[in-house]
């Protein structure tokens, strides 16, 4: 499990800058949805479980980036992975699977 604190992202730049970081993309990552697609689908291996702790904090203040984030996780899941676990967590013990 790999788990990302998603709780001081204030925009879509540092949210791919964290995403990169973390599951570890190549340094050539062009930081949009087109390319994070890319990246999860075919040049990382994504682990099985996925934690993304503050996820209130990133829908309030990122809204769109955090829509596309579960959007394109899900969409990962149903094409390639129906064992993928993720977790939206808002710093507790309650987690919105997806």
Do not use: C
């Not at 800058?17 to 570890?24: G, H, N, R, S």
């Not at 676990?85 to 919105?96: C, I, K, L, T």
Request: charged content about 25%.
């Amino acid at each position: 499990m790999i788990t990302i604190d998603v709780g001081a992202v204030e925009d879509e730049r540092q949210l791919h800058d964290l995403l990169a970081f973390q599951l570890d993309f190549p340094s050539f990552y062009g930081r949009n949805w087109d390319a994070f697609w890319d990246a999860v689908k075919g040049l990382v291996e994504i682990p099985s479980h996925l934690r993304l702790v503050g996820w209130n904090h990133l829908v309030a203040r990122v809204p769109l980036g955090a829509a596309m984030l579960r959007s394109q996780l899900g969409q990962y899941r149903s094409e390639y992975r129906p064992d993928l676990r993720v977790e939206f967590d808002s710093d507790g013990p309650a987690s919105d699977e997806t």
